[in-house]
C-alpha cells in the first residue's frame, strides 16, 4: 500500500518523467554515437588499409619500372645489338651484365637469348640446364606474343640455370638488333626477398596482411607454401575477378576484408586483407565502452533526477505536512516556504487562510462559551422558581394547617437553601455542599407529607470533596417524592447514596415509590418526546435540564440513567467525573 501510495505522488511522476526523459535522450545520443563511432572506426580502416596497399602497389609499380629501365638501357646497348647481329661473341654484353649486377643485389640474373640459339650469362661458368627447354617457358613466349614485347611472371623456382634453383621474378623483353628488328629476348630474374620485403613491411592489425596476384598465380603471400599444398584457404579467385576494390567474403568461420589495387604497370592484384574477428573484436571493445558510459551516465541522470525531483516536491510536503496538521486543528500551523514561485505564493495564501481561520475559531469559541455560560443561567432559572413554587405550595398548606412552628421552621429551611444557592456564584459546587442543601430541601419536605415521607443520605466521606453542579439533586428528588411516593399507598423511602467508580463516582436516587414504565421513562429523558399518560412530565422539564447541564459541564459521556418498574420504585443513577476541571470555566 505504501508503494502504491508512492506511485501516485508528484515526487513519483516528475522523478519518472526526468528518467523517461534522460534515458531517452542518453539512448539517442549513445546511440547515434555508437553508430558513427563503428561507422568512422570501419571507414577509417578501410581507408587506411587502401593506402597501405595503394602504397605498396605504387612501390611495385615503381620498383618495375625501374627495372624495365634497366633492361630497356640493356636492351638499347651497342654491344648487344651487335650480338644479336652476329657480329659479336657476347664477351662485351657479359661485362655489361656483371656491371648492372655488381650495383643491383635485388637481380638474381641477367641472360640474352638469341633467336638463332645462341645465349650469354652473366657468368662464364654457368651453363644452361640441359633439361630445361627455356623456349617453351612462360615468360619467352609471353615476351614473344606480347605486342609491347614485355611479359613479366609471378614468383616461381628459376630451373633454366644448371644447378642453380633460386625463388625468383622473372621478367622478360624482346630485344632488336641493329637494324630494328626482334633477333632475341632479355631475361631479368628479379630476387623474390625484394617483394617480400615490400610486402612484409606492411602491417593490418594483429592477424592481417598483403600479398599480390598475377592473372594466373599467386606472386607473394605470406603464406604461399601453406595455399600450395592446400593447408590455407585464399580467396585468390574472387580477388582476381571481382571488379571492386573492397569487399567482404565468408571463406572461413569468420570472414575476411579485402581491400585490393591492380597494379599499372604489371597488371598484378595488390590485395590487403584481415580477420573480420579484428574488427569484431574492436566493435565489441566499443560496444562495452559505450554500454559502461550509457549506464554510468544513467546513474549520474537518476541521482539528478532524484535531487531535482526531490527538491521541487520539498515545498509540497511542507505544505501537505502544514494541511495535516491544520487538519487536526491546528491552525496556528505556518508553512515556512520562501520560494517566489507557485508553490510559495500557494503557501502564503494557506498561511493567511490559516490565520482568518485560527481567528474565527477563537471567536467562535468565546461564542459558545458565552452562549453556555447563558444556557446554564437559563437553565438555573428555570429550576429555582419551579423549586420555590412547591415550596411555597407547601409553607401555604402548613398555614392553613395553623402550624405556624413548622412553617418558621420550614421557611428557615427555605431561607437557608436559597442563601446558599444565591451567595455562592460558581456553577460548581463541593458535594458535601449539596448534600446539605438537599438535606434542607428534604426537610421541607418532610414538614409537608408528615409521615408520609423517610429519606436517607448514605455517601462516603472521600466523595465529599468532588465538584458537582449546584441544585442538581433537587429535581430529582422532587421528582422522586411528587410521582413516586406521592402516589403511593403509605410511607415511602427516598435514599441519595454514592460510590467510587475510579476515574468517575455514582451518584444514586432511589425510591420505593409508583415507579415508572419504559415508554415513561424515555419520555422523561427525551427534549423532544411528547408526554406520557401517567408520566411524571410535570417534573420532566427539571429532570431534562439536570442532565443537559451536567452534558454541557462534563460531556456527553455522563448524565442521567433511569430505571424502574411500575409497582417496585424508580431509580436514577448520576455518573460524574471525579474531578471539577471545568469549574473554572463557570
Known amino acids: 500500500m505504501k508503494n502504491m501510495k508512492y506511485t501516485k505522488s508528484i515526487r513519483f511522476k516528475i522523478l519518472l518523467s526526468f528518467i523517461i526523459l534522460i534515458f531517452t535522450i542518453t539512448a539517442t545520443v549513445f546511440s547515434l554515437s555508437y553508430y558513427f563511432t563503428l561507422r568512422i572506426m570501419e571507414n577509417n580502416t578501410i581507408a587506411y588499409t587502401q593506402k597501405l596497399v595503394g602504397m605498396l602497389s605504387d612501390q611495385v609499380d615503381s620498383y618495375i619500372s625501374y627495372m624495365d629501365n634497366i633492361s630497356d638501357t640493356i636492351a638499347a646497348d651497342s654491344d648487344v645489338k651487335r650480338f644479336l647481329s652476329g657480329s659479336d661473341n657476347g664477351q662485351e654484353v657479359r661485362e655489361r651484365m656483371n656491371a648492372v649486377l655488381s650495383v643491383r643485389s635485388d637481380i638474381s640474373s641477367i641472360i640474352l637469348f638469341s633467336d638463332d640459339g645462341r645465349v650469354v650469362l652473366d657468368k662464364e661458368n654457368q651453363t644452361l640446364n640441359p633439361y630445361a627447354n627455356y623456349q617453351e617457358t612462360q615468360w619467352y613466349q609471353q615476351a614473344k606474343a606480347s ?34 628488328a626482334p633477333a632475341g629476348v632479355l631475361l631479368i630474374d628479379l630476387n623474390y626477398n625484394v617483394i617480400r620485403d615490400l610486402c612484409v613491411n606492411i602491417t593490418l592489425g594483429e592477424n592481417g596482411y598483403v600479398f599480390i596476384l598475377n592473372e594466373s598465380s599467386m606472386v607473394y603471400h605470406p603464406h604461399q607454401q601453406l595455399i600450395y599444398a592446400n ?45 573480420l574477428k579484428e574488427i569484431l573484436t574492436y566493435r565489441r571493445m566499443v560496444n562495452n565502452t559505450y554500454i559502461v558510459l550509457f549506464l554510468v551516465f544513467l546513474a549520474i541522470g537518476f541521482f539528478i533526477s ?48 490559516l490565520s482568518h481561520i485560527d481567528e474565527l475559531v477563537e471567536k467562535n469559541k468565546e461564542e459558545l462559551e458565552n452562549k453556555r455560560k447563558s444556557e446554564l443561567k437559563a437553565l438555573q432559572a428555570q429550576i429555582n422558581p419551579h423549586f420555590l413554587y412547591n415550596t ?56 409537608r407529607y408528615a409521615d408520609k415521607l423517610n429519606f436517607k443520605i448514605d455517601i462516603p466521606g472521600e466523595l465529599y470533596g468532588c465538584l458537582v453542579i449546584k441544585l442538581m439533586l433537587q429535581p430529582l428528588v422532587e421528582n422522586a417524592i411528587y410521582h413516586g411516593i406521592k402516589e403511593k399507598n403509605g410511607p415511602g423511602m427516598v435514599v441519595i447514596s454514592g460510590f467510587d ?54 460531556g456527553e459521556e ?25 469549574e473554572g470555566d463557570a
Open 147 to 180: 605486342d609491347s614485347g614485355y611479359a613479366i611472371t609471378s614468383s616461381y623456382v628459376q630451373n633454366i640455370i644448371k644447378d642453380d634453383y633460386r625463388w625468383v621474378i622473372s621478367m622478360a623483353k624482346t630485344v632488336r638488333n641493329k637494324d630494328g
Open 231 to 275: 593447408i590455407k584457404q585464399e580467396a585468390t579467385d574472387v580477388v582476381s575477378r571481382d571488379p571492386r576494390t573492397a569487399f567482404t567474403t565468408r571463406n572461413d568461420a569468420t570472414g575476411r576484408y579485402y581491400t585490393v589495387e591492380t597494379s599499372q604497370k604489371s597488371g598484378w592484384k595488390v590485395a590487403g586483407t584481415y580477420d
Open 306 to 353: 532524484q535531487k531535482l525531483s526531490s527538491m521541487l516536491t520539498k515545498p509540497m510536503n511542507q505544505l501537505i505536512a502544514g494541511m495535516r496538521r491544520a487538519e487536526q486543528g491546528a491552525f496556528d500551523t505556518k508553512v515556512n516556504i520562501t520560494t517566489e514561485d507557485e508553490i510559495g505564493r500557494l503557501a502564503s495564501v494557506f498561511n493567511t487562510m
Open 392 to 447: 411555597l405550595d407547601s409553607i401555604v398548606w402548613m398555614a392553613e394547617m395553623e402550624k405556624s412552628q413548622d412553617v418558621v421552621e420550614m421557611t428557615l429551611a427555605l431561607s437557608n437553601l436559597f442563601r446558599s444557592s444565591i451567595s455562592d456564584q460558581n456553577e460548581l459546587v463541593p458535594l458535601e455542599t449539596e448534600l446539605k442543601n438537599i438535606e434542607s430541601y428534604l426537610t421541607i419536605q418532610k414538614y
Open 501 to 554: 467508580a475510579g476515574a468517575d463516582f455514582i451518584l444514586n436516587v432511589e425510591d420505593d415509590g409508583t415507579g415508572m414504565t419504559k415508554e415513561q421513562i424515555r419520555s422523561l429523558l427525551d427534549a423532544n418526546s411528547e408526554p406520557v399518560a401517567g408520566g411524571r412530565h410535570s417534573s420532566g422539564i427539571g429532570v431534562k435540564n439536570v442532565d443537559k447541564r451536567i452534558k454541557l459541564y462534563f
Open 558 to 582: 455522563y448524565g442521567l440513567t433511569y430505571s424502574s418498574e411500575p409497582g417496585r420504585g424508580t431509580r436514577v443513577m448520576i455518573l460524574l467525573p471525579k474531578t471539577g476541571t471545568k
